[in-house]
Each structure stands twice: as C-alpha cells, then as structure tokens.
C-alpha cells in the first residue's frame, strides 16, 4: 500500500504519472515505473522532494517536477513550504567564502526547447500530428500521419529525394521517438501522438505558421509573378534573339519537272499564295489549361510514374506523351472536343507560350561534351515559343578526385548557364532536386491557368485575374511561303505583345519534328551542327553564305588544302562575337566537306 511508505505524498504523484504513461503506451513508462520502486522501498522520510536525487530512477527533471508539485500542495493547504536542504547547507559559508563568492550564483540554463528546421520531415510529422485533440486520446496511422504531412514538408515520405539513395522524410520519426515528443501504441500497426513535450513543440512551431495556409499558392496580380516564391518572378517579356527571317521555316516545294512551282501549306495543299494571315480569337471559358509531360520524364527505370502522382497530389493532372521538343509544356485543351474541327483544325488543344527544357546537372554535363547542349537550344528556338524555361536541377556528381577537375565542371556549367540566360534570352531555374521541380511545375501550372482561363481557378489560389490573356489560333492552312511560321508569328507578337499567338498541338508537333517535314535547309543545318564547336548560330551563317550542301560542296572545288582550311573562315568575316567563325574551327569543316569535294 502506498500509506506504508516513508513518503506516501511523493509516491502518489509518481504513482499518477505512471499510470498517465500507461494509459498513452508512452516510453517514460519504464522511468516512472523504475522511480515509483525506488521511492516506495526508501525507509526514510525525505524533508524535500531535492533528497530523491540519491534514489536510483529519479534523476533532475524528475525530482523538479515533485518540487513544483509540493510547492503546489502548500500553497492550497496553507502549509510552509519545506526549505531545500542543499540551499541550507550553501548558507553555512564562512564569510571569507561569501566574500569570495560575493558574486551572484548564475542561474541554470534551461534545456532548449527541440525546434526542427522549417519545411523539414520533423516539422511536418509535428504539426501533422498537432492537428489533433490534445484532450482526447486520438492517435494516427503511419499512413494517415504521412497523407498530413507531406502538405507541409518539401521532401516526400514515400520516396527518397534521388534515386541512388534510401531515406525519406519518413525517417524523420526515428529522431521525435528519440527525444520523447511522439509515442507509438500498437502491434503489427502502430499509431502515433504526440507526448506533453510534443504538445509544447506543436503549440511553439503553431505560433510561427501564418494564419494563412503556407501551401496556398498566392499570385500577384500582374501575370507572371509569383508572391511567395521571388526567385520565380519573370519579367512581362522574355527576349525573343531568333532571327526571324534566317530561322522561318520553308514551305514552299518545288516540281523539278515543271518551270513553275507548286506552292503548299504545311499540310502539303496546293495553296493560292496571296492569302494572309488572320488569326481566331479563343473565348477564356472555352478551355482548360493542360500541363502535359512527356514520357521521357520519370524518376527511374522502376518508378516511372513518379512525377505524374506527385503532380495529381499537389492537384495538378498531367497528360504523358512523346514530345517533339521541350520536356514539359502547357496547352489550351477545349472542353469541346469538337470545338477546332469548325475552323478546319484537329485535335483540341492549341499550344501556349511557355516551354520548359529540365536538365538534370550531370546530364547537362554529358550534354555539354557530346553536343546536345547546343542542338537542343537550337530546337528550342526553332519551336517558336517565346517563354522558354531552362531547368537545372541539382544533382550530386561525380567529378575527378582532384581539384582542377571539380574546377573544370564548375566553369563549364557557369558557362553554359550564363549563355543560356545572355546569348539565348532563356529564363534559367535552378531547383535543389525532382520534389523541388515538380513544387514549380505545380506552381507554373495554377500561375497559367489564373493568367488564361480564371473563370475556374484552382481551389490553391487566393485571387484571380479580372482580365485573362488573350489566347488567338494561328491556321494551319494558312501558313505557306509567304506566311511563314516563324516570321508570321514575330510580327503578330509586335503588333499585339499582350496576346498569345498559338497554333494546333498537331500543327506544333509537325513544325517540330526531328526527322519528319523537314526542308533542305533543315536538313543542311543539322549536317554542319554534327562538326563540334558549330553552333546553331554558326550553322546560320554557313548556310546564309552557301545555301545549299551542293553550292557548299562545290566552293571545295579545285581549291588546295591551305585554302580550303580557311575558306569558311575567311568568307564570314563579318560577324562577331558567338557567331564568328575562328580558323581552326574552319579547319574542322574543311576536313569533312572538304574531303567530300574532293571525290
């Protein structure tokens, strides 16, 4: 019994917290449990609860908390509070001692309250977990603690950050079970809540989150900004460097039996070429903003669905499909399927302005070295797209043990990365890794759909924009020799810069493709871009001199080797800077072409 115990007041107290801890299956079970043998087996009575730290089980904290329980006690029952024994012995000093030691005793620092990292495994399972009733006995499933959490953590619980490695946020939980803030109950399924110290942690994080949701998505009212996130604020316009009138795309074909030209569109018609070009205003309510990926973008072999669940989490529903260009674009996708085919058109999607290009830092390095970098560019600038989107997504890579080689990569990819943004006018994004990506695509996406179709924001957006972008179709049909895709589309864009110009996603993907309608031109550009160190800028200018393979071949033609070294070199002199042409890259294109010239 507990009345036959030298301290049956003290034994109560430990007693009450004991059974607290078996009601919730917490861990200080075994503490209070050890602390609770020790005092009811003590012979002596203690004069204060400080005595109990010679007791085995009963450490500081625990002996405290009895203090502030006795305190407590007196103070409703109009008792005196017993003096702390150690406090009467400190007063016995002689007073050469207290002379000495004149100087104030320094306070115990109090042990700081555990405060994990914002946005971190930690955080989100604390706050997941505080979303329940502190008085009542609720608890959650490692399922249901995961579903709360993720909104408010930037790492996944349920795969790691990349895929060489093992860990997710989930991992976390190892740390809160540790420092006593959470306690499980169960078996095989375990449940989880938070202890008293949990509590206090939750209510402290609670008190720093805004009143507002942090995962709401806030836009700016002016088109392109994103209140929340200022490192992806774009400016109204993004610089269009494409030469129109070098990089619009053929589309005349000629009957090399007959002296006159048939004139087509991109559709192969025979056209009447005087047309021009009138453009098909789009309602906003007639259609839904699409983010469409394409299938190449996985997060691995063995888990290629990936981005497509995380986007559907955070609300977003791609469409998966081959691409021509890009690795992520959005389209205008009618909620009448039928809706184009009245102006003679397929499909039911019209393209919009904006196109991303994601590259993953290793393997922006190996497209730097076998050339893809530049080709890809070119490509990108050819689709006619204006707001092109870079992504650079961080990732640990291996570079050579010494210091020169690591150096080596560094300036590589800060050149890569500054000519992308000056020489190309790209808008360059760097994420930290793939669940940092796919937070801006879901970002890009609600910012899009608030900027072309805001009759039926997302339910993660706060404001939306009175007056949408206008979104205008270019025919098909329309386009021919005269009315070429590209200059076509740069002029359009002068006369209205607010508006977006778009054509079909068939009709994009024809004008995009890598092997398919290509022109003689085309073709010729894409053979010099073969030579390392021939830009797409360069192959420009190659093909402005000698248009032709033929007339290229032929200008070889009865020249010798010394000649021939410079000939392209010493024939476009009049450009500068990346388009400029150095001998020694003259050289390169006289050993392939020049060898062709010679058989």
């Not at 700081?112 to 997941?128: E, F, H, M, W």
Request: net charge positive; hydrophobic share 35%; glycine share 6%.
């Amino acid at each position: 019994m507990d009345e036959e115990c030298a301290n049956p007041l003290l034994l109560g107290w430990i007693k009450e917290w004991l059974e607290q801890a078996r009601e919730r299956n917490s861990k200080g079970f075994t503490v209070y449990k050890k602390a609770y043998d020790s005092m009811k087996a003590y012979p002596m009575i203690l004069q204060h609860p400080s005595e109990a730290l010679k007791l085995n089980g009963l450490g500081p904290k625990l002996c405290q908390r009895l203090t502030d329980k006795l305190k407590d006690y007196c103070n409703e029952n109009g008792l005196p509070m017993p003096e702390d024994p150690r406090t009467l012995t400190s007063g016995k000093r002689t007073s050469t001692e207290a002379a000495v030691e004149g100087q104030p005793a320094k306070k115990a620092r109090k042990p700081k309250t555990y405060a994990p990292a914002l946005r971190s495994g930690p955080y989100a399972l604390i706050l997941a977990l505080g979303s329940l009733d502190e008085s009542s006995n609720q608890t959650m499933t490692k399922a249901e603690l995961m579903e709360k959490a993720q909104p408010h953590c930037d790492s996944s619980f349920t795969a790691p950050s990349e895929p060489n490695k093992y860990f997710t946020a989930w991992n976390s939980m190892k740390t809160l079970l540790q420092k006593e803030l959470v306690y499980t109950q169960g078996h095989p399924l375990k449940k989880y809540s938070l202890t008293e110290e949990g509590w206090e942690v939750a209510k402290a994080i609670k008190k720093t989150v805004p009143k507002s949701n942090q995962n709401t998505l806030l836009f700016d009212v002016q088109t392109g900004a994103l209140t929340n996130n200022p490192n992806a604020e774009r400016s109204s316009t993004l610089a269009s460097r494409s030469n129109a009138s070098s990089a619009g795309l053929a589309l005349a074909v000629e009957d090399d039996d007959d002296d006159d030209q048939i004139t087509r569109n991109i559709l192969g018609e025979p056209v009447t070429d005087n047309q021009t070009v009138t453009p098909i205003a789009i309602p906003p309510q007639s259609f839904k903003v699409q983010l469409v990926l394409d299938t190449r973008e996985v997060r691995s072999s063995k888990d290629r669905d990936y981005i497509s669940n995380e986007l559907i989490r955070k609300g977003i529903h791609p469409e998966v499909r081959a691409l021509e260009v890009g690795d992520v674009m959005w389209v205008a996708k009618f909620h009448d399927p039928t809706f184009l085919s009245q102006y003679g058109e397929e499909g039911d999607e019209i393209m919009l302005d904006w196109i991303v290009e994601r590259k993953r830092l290793d393997d922006l390095i190996g497209s730097i070295k076998d050339g893809r970098f530049h080709e890809q560019k070119f490509r990108l600038q050819r689709s006619g797209i204006k707001n092109v989107i870079y992504l650079i997504e961080e990732f640990a890579v291996t570079h050579e043990s010494n210091t020169a080689g690591a150096a080596k990569y560094y300036e590589m990819v800060s050149s890569a990365i500054a000519s992308t943004q000056v020489v190309n006018g790209y808008f360059v994004k760097r994420t930290k890794n793939l669940d940092d990506t796919i937070r801006y695509l879901a970002r890009m996406t609600f910012l899009l759909q608030n900027m072309y179709s805001p009759s039926s924001p997302s339910p993660s957006q706060t404001t939306t924009i009175a007056n949408p972008t206008p979104l205008s179709l270019l025919p098909t049909k329309s386009l021919t020799p005269s009315n070429p895709y590209l200059p076509t589309l740069a002029a359009l864009r002068t006369a209205n810069p607010n508006t977006t110009y778009g054509v079909t996603f068939p009709t994009f993907c024809l004008l995009s493709s890598k092997s398919e309608t290509l022109t003689l031109r085309d073709i010729f550009l894409k053979m010099l871009m073969c030579t390392r160190g021939i830009t797409g800028d360069k192959a420009l200018e190659i093909q402005r001199r000698w248009t032709t393979p033929q007339a290229f071949i032929r200008a070889y033609e009865g020249l010798d080797a010394k000649t021939r070294e410079v000939l392209v070199a010493e024939n476009v002199t009049s450009v500068v800077g990346r388009k400029k042409i150095a001998k020694v890259l003259s050289g390169k294109v006289a050993e392939i072409w020049g060898e062709v010239a010679k058989q």
